[in-house]
Structure formats: C-alpha cells, structure tokens
C-alpha cells in the first residue's frame, strides 16, 4: 500500500495518482522479481522553496537546477506538486500521465535501492541508475526526443558528466536497446553487481552505438 503526503486541495489529484500508480508499480515490482520494496512515502511539496532547500542537502557537488523536481535521496518519493512543476520552463507542457511516469521513475530508484543498498545516483554507475529508471518508469517523458549520436559521447562522460551532457535521452535509447536484447535477470543483476557492471559497461556501450547507427 502506497502512502502519500499532500495539501488537501490536492486531494483528487492525488487519488487519481494513486489509482494509475497501483498497476505500474506492480509491473516495475515484477521486472524486479521482488513482492515487497523498501518502506517509503511519496510526498507531493507545495512549497518550492522548503522542496529546493531539502534537496540541496543532498546534492553535495552536484548543483541543484531547476529541472530537479523529484528525488529519492532520503528514501521517499518526493515531488514537487504538478502545478509548480508546470511553472518551469524545461517542464511548462508536461502532461499529468508524464507526471505520474515521474513518480514511476522514482519508484523505480526506490526498487534499485531494495535490491541493493550501495545502488546511487551518486556513484560512479548512476548512469546505469537512470538507464533502468527512465525506460521502464517514464519512457513516454521521452516521446519525440531524437535518437542521440552515440558517437559523439562516450561512457566516461556518462559516468562524469551526466548532467552537463544531458545524459537522460541517452540512457534511455541505451536502456530502450538493453531491453529488447537482455533478460531482466541481467538488467537487474547490473544493479546489484557494480564490479560486473564495469567489466561489461564497455562492451554495452559498443553494441548500443552500432545497433543505432543502423537507424
Ligand atoms: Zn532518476
């Protein structure tokens, strides 16, 4: 059962988000093979301000900008209310279904989190981290973004320079690929085995640029 923090004038929007979030965060459960997650709460922030100030606790190095409108840093789902969401300006068309796939993607990072404990953005396989979450929580955020060319980044600036080369879109034509072509027994055993994830990164990122050269 999924518990959720909101203003009551989000009432009914949050009863709708529930309703949608049953049937997918049972299918995300399932690709996980795991019947319960660890406890959390998702918590819709009606003040943007105490929304940025939290996050900023955790960002660490990383700066904080404005297309930030979800974490799981502390365990929750925590999001920042639609409305406010709709207010910025990398976000102002965001549909209430891409919304809700937002919420999906972070649950996935709660899956990721259950599986295993050292599984985080902040290290050095975060890149894999949102690999998984943007194609199996929000793949339609995604619809009419072009296929980036895989040859003009590399691994290494997926690992060190995620944000600065918007590493979204390409995790998720990776991830898109990784799909079709593994078992999700592999996908997940990744998570769990950073050592491994290093040792086959190189090759995945191969496969994935000649698969889409081909397009
Ligand atoms: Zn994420």
């Not at 301000?49 to 979800?70: C, D, G």
């Not at 793949?139 to 290494?156: A, C, E, Q, T, V």
Request: glycine share 2%.
């Amino acid at each position: 059962m999924i518990q959720i923090d909101y203003d009551k004038n989000d009432k009914d929007f949050a009863e709708k988000l529930l309703t949608e979030l049953q049937t997918h965060t049972h299918e995300i459960m399932r690709f996980f093979n795991i019947k319960k997650v660890n406890n959390f709460k998702i918590k819709i922030w009606r003040d943007k301000q105490k929304y940025v100030n939290h996050l900023k606790t955790f960002l660490k190095n990383r700066p904080y900008q404005e297309w930030m409108i979800a974490h799981t840093y502390d365990g929750n789902i925590n999001m920042l209310a639609f409305d406010l969401v709709q207010k910025i300006e990398c976000h102002k068309d965001i549909t209430t279904q891409e919304f809700i796939e937002n919420i999906c993607h972070e649950f996935v990072h709660i899956c990721q989190k259950t599986v295993s404990e050292n599984s985080s953005p902040q290290n050095d396989n975060g890149w894999y981290w949102e690999l998984l979450a943007t194609v199996l929580g929000n793949p339609h955020n995604f619809d009419g973004w072009k296929i980036p060319d895989f040859s003009k980044y590399s691994l290494d600036d997926l690992k060190n320079r995620f944000d600065e080369i918007d590493g979204y879109p390409i995790v998720f034509y990776m991830g898109k690929y990784l799909l079709q072509t593994k078992s999700p027994e592999q996908l997940v055993a990744w998570i769990k085995n950073d050592n491994q994830l290093d040792a086959d990164a190189p090759t995945l990122y191969k496969e994935t640029q000649k698969y889409y050269q081909k397009k």
